[in-house]
């Protein structure tokens, strides 16, 4: 529906990732761009490198008919008070597809500095289940929302698909992806309404399966210096939680530097502890917000309450309060099948 191919066809020379070489996991273009941002060095690279803003790549269209579906209704916790976000009426007649995204709900009065309970959750953590598998290859399932975003021409209500992504990967060998485009999910009931005569795709999953070429990644450090510099944590809570999705998204991370990791993020300025939150996939967690006030946008975490793994993030605007992407990672492991 939407493959690298295409997407890369529609963007044409606007593509800032036409000359990258290629890195797994090659998922959308916010991926690329993560990786370009991973080569800048911060005091050389532009504001908008160095931004938290997530750039994601958009198409512009404007005709077509679907009939779509919509969700339930959630609280969240912003600056300004609890908002609540309506989605609308399910499709009445049971056809549809999609449906209009909410924040991850978490309880009211869960607003206290994040830095004590990340510590405490560092210092008790169990191994992950993957840490008793081996294998050559790492592998992570994902589900990802958000980029390739499309847009109405006044760039007012937009609509992407969501993708599952299947992983595999060894440093320097030939590594195997599979992405499988899901059904149209909108960022509030105005887009919803306006696509639902226009959009110019069936809903109907479509999947592909490419051969990763080999490359080298960066060995993942394991004490807390070492990491804060990969997380960018020099940048600020914004980056530091991209960097965060990108790492457990990549590699299968070991019980001792998940702790490091989360006591970096505990020495972050500006993340609040949210409590006990149910992510998107229904798998509780433990989360955390980062509000970027600068640009409207609210970051958030969700970890294992035991092993200490991201299972999702999100990326929310403030205002109006609405869904700007969300990633959960679904499964890791070590194998040596290729797919």
């Keep these: ?13 606007a593509d800032p990732a036409r000359r990258m070489p290629a890195e797994p996991p090659r998922l959308s273009a916010s991926e690329l761009i993560a990786w370009a941002e991973a080569t800048a060095e911060p005091s050389t690279a532009p504001a908008a490198v160095r931004s938290a803003v997530r750039l994601p790549r ?13 969700g339930a209704v959630a609280v969240i916790t912003v600056p300004g008070g609890p908002v609540e976000v309506e989605p609308g009426p399910a499709d009445p007649s049971g056809t549809g597809a999609g449906r209009v995204l909410v924040p991850v709900a ?8 994040a830095g004590p309970r990340l510590r405490a959750l560092a210092d008790g953590l169990v191994d992950a289940a993957y840490e008793s598998s081996a294998g050559r290859y790492t592998y992570h399932r994902r589900q990802v929302w958000g980029d390739p975003v499309m847009t109405s021409p ?7 698909f969501s993708q599952e992504t299947k992983v595999w990967w060894a440093p320097g060998e030939p590594g195997r992806q599979t992405t499988v485009m899901g059904v149209p999910e909108y960022p509030d009931q105005a887009s919803r309404d306006y696509w639902a005569s226009r959009l110019p795709v069936s809903a109907t999953a479509s999947a592909d399966a490419i051969p990763l070429p080999p490359f080298e990644s960066a060995a993942l450090p394991s004490t807390g210096r070492e990491l804060a510099r990969m997380l960018k944590t020099e940048l600020g809570a914004g980056p530091a939680c991209k960097e965060t999705s990108r790492i457990f998204g990549r590699y299968a991370v070991p019980r001792r530097t998940r702790a490091e990791i989360l006591r970096v993020l505990a020495d972050v300025q500006g993340f609040r502890w949210r409590g006990e939150v149910t992510d998107r996939a229904g798998r509780d967690g433990l989360a955390v917000t980062f509000d970027d006030r600068e640009h409207s946008q609210q970051h958030l975490l969700i970890f294992h309450p035991r092993t200490g793994e991201l299972l999702a993030s999100e990326l929310l605007t403030l205002h109006p309060v609405r869904m700007n992407a969300y990633e959960l990672i679904l499964e890791t492991g070590r194998t040596d099948r290729l797919g």
Excluded: W
Aim: without cysteine; charged residues 20%.
């Design 58 to 70: 958009r198409m512009v269209l404007a005709t077509g008919a679907i009939t779509l579906a919509a």
């Design 1 to 13: 529906m939407f493959g690298v191919q295409r997407t890369r066809t529609l963007v044409g020379p």
């Design 154 to 160: 006044d760039d007012r209500f937009s609509v992407a």
């Design 106 to 113: 978490y309880q009211p009065g869960t607003d206290e500095a």
